[in-house]
């Protein structure tokens, strides 16, 4: 089975290499690890320090962040260059020594073929003034508590498909393009991949919780709720209702409204900037 590795990233150099550095150590090394720079020379560059990557330029000036079809950019180079498992790894995780070994051995099982391949993630605290220590980081596991963690080298399926994220997921070749991709309408943060779930539920495509794929999130500031990211939210949150006919991200609309930032307009049957 020929394994690759998708990152997008944009102004996260520091993060990338340490992701890179982790996929290094591997112990199933990867055949394939493309990097989509998003605008950004310096993403290149940490790329360019590691010679088992290759970056791809997505240009872009200014605006949302075109998450979605970046992700789709880099599938269609690593599936150009023969691989049969994709493993999507957001650009502020670290790779545990066994998350494409754990990643390949749930995809060679025939009832996973046709599934979302999901791993366990830890959100890491603030690093000390010597960085995160690769060797230390099983020590530092702690799950997100809100997804299925199952033991290593067990596999569960999933039902609710509104709990997969793209921090770290792997889906085979066949599937992928039965899925079809992420949906380019979203822009910026947010949505994209809870809408890739749904649509991939309605295609039949099953949902896995892979014990042992650990991923080691990176500590970066962020605001809660996200409201550096309120426009992307509201305007993605929009497009996957359009799309579903429900409202995603519920958690974060009720806080914005409960910040007075926006509001429920009973007449437009939408969300809208108070």
């Known amino acids: 089975m020929r394994v690759a590795v998708v990152t997008i990233a944009a102004h996260r150099d520091r993060h990338l290499r340490m992701q890179l550095r982790s996929l290094g150590r591997s112990r199933r090394a990867c055949d394939d690890h493309v990097v989509v720079a998003m605008g950004d020379p310096r993403t290149m560059d940490a790329v360019s320090e590691h010679g088992h990557a290759r970056g791809i330029w997505l240009d872009h000036r200014e605006g949302p962040l075109p998450l979605a079809a970046a992700r789709n950019i880099g599938a269609a180079a690593v599936l150009a260059g023969g691989a049969d498992l994709l493993v999507f790894l957001d650009v502020d995780c670290m790779a545990s020594e066994e998350l494409l070994d754990r990643y390949v051995s749930a995809a060679e099982h025939p009832g996973n073929r046709s599934a979302l391949l999901c791993g366990p993630v830890t959100y890491l605290p603030p690093p000390g003034p010597g960085g995160y220590d690769l060797d230390g980081l099983d020590q530092l596991r702690s799950p997100h508590p809100a997804r299925p963690a199952p033991p290593n080298g067990s596999v569960t399926a999933g039902t609710d498909f509104d709990l997969f994220w793209s921090l770290s997921f792997a889906v085979g070749r066949a599937t992928w393009q039965h899925v079809g991709g992420f949906c380019t309408d979203y822009l910026g943060y947010g949505g994209e991949d809870t809408d890739f779930a749904q649509t991939a539920r309605a295609a039949g495509v099953g949902l896995r919780w892979v014990g042992g794929a650990d991923a080691f999130h990176q500590h970066h500031p962020v605001s809660d709720p996200p409201v550096e990211h309120l426009r992307d939210i509201l305007a993605n949150a929009r497009t996957f209702h359009r799309r579903w006919g429900r409202w995603p991200m519920r958690g ?13 307009d009973r007449d437009l049957h939408e969300w809208v900037m108070s």
Do not use: R, T, V
């Open 252 to 264: 974060w609309l009720n806080a914005f409204e409960a910040g007075g930032l926006i509001e429920y």
